[in-house]
């Protein structure tokens, strides 16, 4: 088994759930059209191609300028690797005559590749689909391709839509792996899933998740990890530190902050994580995703707000430029998993330090309040296992969501106002995960610390 050729999935997420893949090894892709199976192959290709083992891809269907232009769209240069000798792409001859085609295959094959795609063999299958007998013959020989070239097969197979059953008969029990694609419609909206249906040797605990691709980073299958699966937190840091109360965060932490529904009131909470992030890491990240403001409205109210202890509008610009990136995203232009997915392929695309999550009462009151909750907690398990910090901040409208949530934490800062005697009295909550209420802040402790923060930002610029 050591002398055994072993490959990869090449694409984050799905190499988890397949598990290890060892040659003879036939891995079935079937799926709606449209819904990305050229892609997951290409990927794999791709994947193991860098690595010099020699791929051949063949179909009935594609382009190869298209494919090859697509695909580089999304980080694969497979121009280059052909000029390397790793990659071929060859068109086959679309006939009725199959078993012509299957002796192009057997002629291709011999030339020595390690990985070989078809696609797709439902081309070929459709034409004998009344003949029991030969059809039986094909799905042997696709079965029998593996031993042949003693490595990876990848067979592509059309799923129509509407449709979860790709009926192929015995290619689909005798293949080691079984992955599908779909479109599915939720609350009006396109959605892409992975299903893994089999998966020779690798303990399957997630059967379907959703999955993106995007520009400059493919594929991307978004597992939610075990618990188990999350690495220890790290070092802690002091970050709050005003009179008669102080907190320490590690990286994975989750902190929500609750306040009332006026506008713009999370700006100082917001300051303060573009300070923590910098105080954690020189040079960090700070992602926003904004479900309420544009960008341009976000940076106005930061740079509003940081002129008012001294910084200008050029300092301001500068550290926003450097440090934090903003995306803004309308939830009710996604379903639930559509925006999920969205969320995390930013996030990947950007691999910030920590995130902020502005406006998080719209989609807390958008969506099926046990479906918010499991994405919500399969998506900041996900962030947490990256060590990501993760700010959400908005009011509290649903109470039952806002309870759910701050069961969630590992920090959560309440902001409460009450009225005597027609005086405003405005104070801070602060919670830690297993210590309950650890501090009670003024108005004045938090603006103080609003000041502090404007400071260290202020001496960080200067440093740019």
């Not at 109470?399 to 027609?422: H, I, M, N, P, W």
């Amino acid at each position: 088994m050591s002398d055994a050729k072993k490959f990869v999935v090449g694409i984050a997420g799905l190499d988890k759930l397949l598990g290890e893949i060892t040659a003879p090894y036939t891995l079935l892709i079937g799926g709606h059209p449209g819904a990305g199976k050229t892609t997951f192959a290409t990927a794999i290709c791709y994947a193991n191609a860098l690595q010099g083992r020699k791929c051949l891809y063949m179909t009935f269907y594609e382009n190869k300028e298209k494919l090859f232009k697509f695909m580089k769209r999304l980080g694969f240069d497979l121009e280059a690797l052909e000029r390397k000798g790793l990659y071929s792409f060859v068109n086959l001859p679309q006939t009725l005559d199959v078993e012509m085609v299957v002796s192009e295959i057997s002629r291709l094959v011999a030339e020595g590749y390690e990985i070989i795609v078809i696609d797709s063999i439902t081309a070929l299958l459709e034409p004998i689909k009344g003949d029991a007998a030969k059809r039986a013959w094909l799905l042997n020989y696709f079965y029998q391709l593996q031993n042949l070239v003693n490595g990876l097969v990848i067979l592509i197979a059309e799923l129509p839509f509407g449709e979860e059953r790709l009926g192929l008969g015995s290619v689909e029990f005798v293949a080691d792996g079984v992955v599908l694609l779909k479109h599915r419609v939720e609350d009006g909206f396109l959605t892409r899933l992975v299903e893994v249906r089999k998966a020779r040797g690798s303990p399957i605990h997630i059967a379907e998740t959703y999955f993106t691709m995007a520009e400059g980073i493919g594929v991307r299958v978004f597992v939610p990890p075990l618990l188990e699966e999350i690495p220890p937190e790290k070092e802690e840091t002091l970050i709050y530190d005003v009179p008669g109360w102080f907190l320490r965060l590690r990286r994975g932490y989750v902190v929500n902050f609750f306040h009332p529904p006026e506008p713009e009131l999370g700006i100082d909470f917001l300051i303060h994580s573009i300070a923590i992030a910098l105080r954690m890491r020189e040079n960090a990240k700070l992602l926003v995703i904004s479900y309420t403001r544009p960008a341009s409205v976000l940076r106005r109210a930061v740079k509003r707000r940081l002129a008012k202890f001294g910084l200008s509008e050029e300092k301001v610009n500068k550290l926003l430029d450097n440090h934090v990136i903003i995306a803004a995203l309308n939830p009710y232009a996604h379903s639930l998993t559509q925006l999920v997915a969205r969320e995390l392929t930013i996030i990947e695309q950007h691999k910030p330090d920590t995130v902020f999550f502005w406006g998080t009462h719209i989609p807390r009151s958008t969506y099926n309040y046990a479906l918010w909750l499991k994405e919500l907690f399969n998506e900041l398990m996900y962030l947490k296992s990256k060590g990501i910090i993760v700010v959400r901040s908005g009011p509290c409208i649903n109470k039952q969501a806002c309870d759910a949530e701050a069961s969630l934490s590992d920090v959560v800062v309440k902001y409460v106002r009450t009225f005597k005697g027609g005086v405003m009295d405005v104070k801070f909550y602060m919670y830690e995960r297993f210590k309950g209420l650890t501090g009670v802040v003024p108005a004045s402790g938090i603006d103080e610390f609003t000041r502090r923060c404007a400071e260290a930002l202020k001496a960080y610029i200067e440093k740019l």
